[in-house]
């Protein structure tokens, strides 16, 4: 029997906006089910978020080994966070994660090949995350996994559904709202998916 498919969102949280140039933070990924979003047994938020990968790196071996540097707007805006982002995020820890191993990690997520057991790979914008994530790969010497053609952007993902509405793409059901901790990509990727689901469930 063949094993159904699943779909892959990602997102990066950095220090600064050059995607070839600065540091990354962190990384947070989820699989997921498009079908199951109009299942009898739809998505709940929290079960999303807890079922969120996150990674986050040792931003001074980025610094030092590869070059990659620290805008310190971008470190400022991070300073000013909710705590619970910036403990998350911000905060160096002794078990941050260098990036070759990170790599390597990353390219163990498929059984056999992104393109084999991914249905489609969404970020929010495909003009930040995946550059950024060939842009990582390259620094040690390796090539983004991820075939481009299987990159889908959330955003206009959600404009397309919510087409002829005042809807924003950024908008966040009334079920979570007080939950959603926002700029805390595990709470990112998964509003991404629940908000996807939101919409086509009223539409179905």
Same mark, same amino acid.
């Given at each position: ?70 805008? !310190?707007?971008?470190?400022?805006? $991070?300073?000013?966070? %909710?705590? +619970?982002?910036?403990?998350?995020? #911000? =905060? ?50 390796? !090539?983004?996994?991820?075939?481009? $053609?299987?990159?889908? %952007?959330? +955003?206009?993902?959600?404009?397309? #559904? =919510? ?42």
């Amino acid at each position: 029997m063949e094993m159904k498919k699943k779909s892959l969102i990602y997102d990066f949280e950095t220090l600064g906006g050059l995607v070839f140039e600065h540091a990354a933070l962190c990384i947070a990924w989820l699989e997921f089910e498009e079908e199951k979003m109009l299942s009898s047994e739809p998505y709940n938020f929290e079960t999303l978020v807890n079922s969120v990968k996150f990674c986050k790196f040792d931003v001074t071996d980025q610094v030092k080994n590869y070059g990659r540097k620290i805008d !310190k707007s971008t470190l400022t805006w $991070w300073s000013e966070q %909710d705590i +619970r982002v910036k403990s998350r995020v #911000l =905060t160096v820890k002794e078990d941050d994660v260098p990036l070759e191993e990170f790599i390597i990690g990353f390219e163990n997520i498929p059984r056999n090949s992104f393109a084999e057991d991914y249905d489609n790979v969404y970020c929010r914008g495909t003009d930040f995350d995946p550059p950024l994530l060939t842009s990582l790969f390259n620094n040690v010497g390796k !090539k983004n996994p991820i075939p481009y $053609w299987m990159n889908r %952007d959330t +955003r206009s993902y959600i404009d397309g #559904l =919510t087409y002829g509405s005042k809807i924003k793409n950024t908008f966040i059901p009334e079920d979570v709202k007080g939950i959603f901790i926002e700029h805390d990509p595990s709470h990112d990727i998964a509003m991404d998916v629940y908000r996807i689901q939101h919409i086509k469930r009223i539409l179905k």
